[in-house]
């Protein structure tokens, strides 16, 4: 088990689910500079809050999670002000987590669940079973093989080179199989996924997908059911990265303009012949990576700058190497 590789499949769902989300972050990108105010940063901080508390049956609104963040006095169950309270310690802390780090999602559960339970942030020392209204749909790995369980799938997170769109999905997916704490893994399992979506683009920071998954509840709960059935997480990749669009189009629609300025592929184009300047044997590839677009945006533009002669390619497409024309050196 040491060289573990979660099961899936990469389907053609999923390849177009990535390609439409690093779209839509692309075209968003004009516009990131206006939503990324402090304002707006807590307000969809508070709706990720809510959403995942909810999500467990919380019956906290946003208003009263802004009250308990505000430290003010809240009508609620001493549970869920204590809940609300842990989530906001553990969001706050969503771009510090290292999200290959076991021990950094230890301390995440520790600040979910601390006034919760005796054993926050320690790994279940006893057998479990996730179920819904028609009884147990699933039994967690007996609790002796939890930490090599755990173990396995952080060494994966570590060494693949799936996209981390790919990666955020089959990691929730995983953990919430493995189930690892006696409580609190439907959270835990969705505040990691969002701080490995943080880490590919910043501007999932300020995005609640976890709202989104609380309006999708029923069809999350069916997705995690459907990979379990078939032994493999491909049902729910195909389900989150469908969540993951729907969410930033929302996002698109209400802040970015129907006709993008056009200046933007001109700006595009300066950043090219930039990341060429710096790296004359950069790929297309890694080009679209570090401008949030699509490799296919990346090869129009290419061919846009070879055919002014701004740009050429010397030798094969593999071996070969950038060469930038002396106007633009």
């Known amino acids: 088990m040491g060289n573990y590789k979660p099961p899936y499949t990469i389907t053609n769902k999923i390849l177009k689910s990535v390609s439409d989300i690093v779209e839509l ?78 021990n950094d999602l230890l301390k995440a559960h520790k600040f979910l669940m601390d006034s919760l339970l005796y054993n926050a942030g320690q790994y279940r020392l006893s057998n479990v079973g996730v179920g819904n209204k028609d009884g147990v749909t699933h039994v967690a790995p007996p609790p002796n093989i939890v930490p090599q369980l755990m173990g396995n799938l952080f060494k994966w997170l570590k060494n693949t080179d799936d996209h981390l769109l790919v990666v955020s999905c089959i990691f929730h997916y995983e953990f919430e199989f493995v189930h690892p704490f006696n409580d609190g893994n439907g959270r835990v399992g969705r505040l990691w996924q969002s701080v490995i979506l943080n880490k590919y683009n910043s501007t999932f920071g300020f995005i609640p997908i976890e709202s989104v998954i609380r309006d999708n509840q029923e069809k999350y709960y069916q997705a995690l059911e459907k990979s379990g059935i078939s032994g493999e997480g491909t049902p729910f990749i195909e389900f989150m990265l469908e969540i993951i669009s729907k969410t930033l189009k929302k996002l698109k629609k209400e802040n970015v303009p129907k006709n993008v300025p056009k200046n933007v592929p001109l700006n595009r184009y300066n950043d090219i012949i930039k990341l060429i300047k710096n790296n004359k044997n950069i790929t297309i590839l890694q080009i679209a990576d570090k401008l949030n677009v699509t490799d296919k945006t990346i090869k129009r533009d290419i061919l846009k700058l070879k055919n002014e002669n701004k740009i050429k390619r010397v030798g094969s497409p593999k071996s070969g190497y950038w060469e930038i024309s002396k106007e633009n050196t």
Do not use: F, P
């Open 25 to 102: 972050l692309s075209e968003i990108n004009h516009v990131k500079k206006g939503l990324n105010t402090l304002k707006l940063r807590k307000k969809n901080r508070i709706k990720s809050i809510t959403g995942t508390l909810q999500i467990e049956g919380g019956t906290l609104s946003e208003d009263k999670v802004t009250d308990v963040i505000n430290g003010k006095t809240i009508l609620g169950t001493t549970r869920e002000i204590s809940e609300a309270k842990g989530a906001i310690e553990a969001y706050d802390y969503l771009e510090k987590y290292n999200y290959k780090s076991e």
